[in-house]
């Protein structure tokens, strides 16, 4: 099957040239910055092109050792991949996924060889079983730093690879039955196809991640990473968009005595006492709810609760929990004063609410502090306000 015309070998040097300058273009163009994912599929870009280098041999001298050569970069190669992908976005993959086919190619290759059988088919049969695992690891891929297209494009890649290599291992077993196809065409046409679209949708899962980065730096505080001011009016009018904003509860909750906290214990402390309250505030929501920092000291959690007084009560089990879970360095728990209004029905942003809630909030501060005062709803926008 390697030993083909003239024609065949012109074809397999110019994919060679094109895929090394394409190789070299996605390295330059993923360098900077570098991580550990990004090496790690440049160190696979590295390999597949040695492994075309060793095809170019095999053209010429076609013998079991030069395949197994070939075979042995190209399944490092995928592995590579695989092992980025997971290193990307998540999750790893397991190690025999990526270690199992690179260690059964050569000693399945080589027991054909001693026995005079020909190798060409399992190499391309242990290939055609590594894109179909890389195909599985695109599809269980975490989400939270690509697009849907840029997985579409990873997948396709991942299919088309593993159908060429399948029609060329047996194409190799099954000489026969292919004699008639252009086999030699349509695996270099295929492979050329495979690897465009895979590395077409890795530069685009790169870009996504960048877009992903930007905009989580542009909704959520870098701190506490809760919802900045920006992020809870975006996500407030999606919400309000579908219907689904009026009779949540909008609490507004201040830290007590802050400025005594950075004055005692620093910024720093200070810091880390505001991210411990943040990862408190994520693990109490619940599902479709949303924590923001308003700003300093001062947060805001939209909940899923229609009845001011079950908001009240999420907010005194919110106290309860920063017993246990936020501590002062004196020992002492962190304290709250807290401010909860109901969005009315045709209310179709925050703001009415939080002017509710923020004058409960005051309230509590006039009451001693410590507790959470739920804002009386009127017909008008401007409320009574009543201890709870």
């Not at 991580?35 to 390999?47: E, H, K």
């Not at 053209?59 to 042995?72: E, I, S």
């Not at 990307?88 to 054909?112: D, E, K, N, Q, Y």
Request: aromatic content about 8%; charged content about 15%; overall charge neutral.
């Amino acid at each position: 099957m390697f030993v083909g015309t003239d024609t065949i070998a012109d074809l397999l040097a110019a994919r060679t040239f094109t895929q090394g300058v394409f190789s070299l273009a996605i390295i330059a163009t993923t360098l900077w910055p570098p991580t550990p994912a990004r090496m790690v599929w440049a160190g696979s870009l590295i390999t597949q092109f040695l492994a075309l280098l060793l095809l170019n041999s095999a053209l010429q001298q076609p013998d079991a050792p030069v395949m197994l050569a070939f075979g042995l970069c190209n399944a490092i190669g995928i592995a590579l991949h695989l092992e980025a992908l997971g290193r990307f976005s998540g999750p790893r993959p397991r190690r025999w996924f990526t270690v199992g086919p690179v260690m059964a190619l050569p000693v399945g290759g080589i027991a054909l060889w001693l026995s005079d059988a020909p190798v060409g088919g399992w190499v391309f049969a242990v290939l055609a079983l590594q894109f179909a695992l890389l195909l599985a690891g695109v599809l269980v891929m975490g989400r939270a730093r690509s697009r849907l297209p840029a997985r579409i494009m990873l997948a396709a890649g991942a299919m088309v690879a593993c159908l060429v290599n399948g029609f060329f291992a047996l194409a190799l077993l099954l000489p026969a039955a292919f004699a008639d196809l252009p086999a030699a065409f349509v695996m270099g046409l295929g492979s050329a196809l495979a690897f465009i679209i895979l590395n077409m949708g890795w530069l685009s899962a790169q870009k996504d991640s960048a877009e992903i980065a930007l905009e989580r730096l542009a909704h959520y505080d870098g701190l506490t990473g809760v919802l900045n001011r920006r992020g809870l009016a975006l996500a407030s009018a999606r919400l309000a968009q579908r219907g689904k904003l009026a009779n949540q509860a909008l609490v507004v909750i201040d830290l007590d005595h802050f400025k005594s906290i950075n004055d005692s214990w620093g910024h720093e402390g200070g810091d880390r006492i505001l991210v411990q309250f943040g990862e408190t505030l994520q693990k109490m929501l619940g599902q479709g709810e949303l924590a923001a920092r308003l700003g300093g000291e001062e947060f805001c959690l939209l909940l899923d609760e229609p009845d001011a007084a079950a908001a009240h009560w999420r907010s005194e089990a919110l106290r309860q929990r920063l017993e246990e879970a936020v501590l002062l360095p004196d020992g002492r728990a962190l304290r709250f004063s807290g401010g909860i209004a109901t969005i009315l029905a045709g209310e179709t942003s925050l703001e009415p609410a939080m002017r509710r809630a923020d004058a409960a909030l005051y309230q509590a501060k006039a009451c001693g502090r410590d507790c959470s005062i739920i804002a009386v709803e009127p017909a008008a926008p401007d409320s009574v306000l009543h201890a709870a």
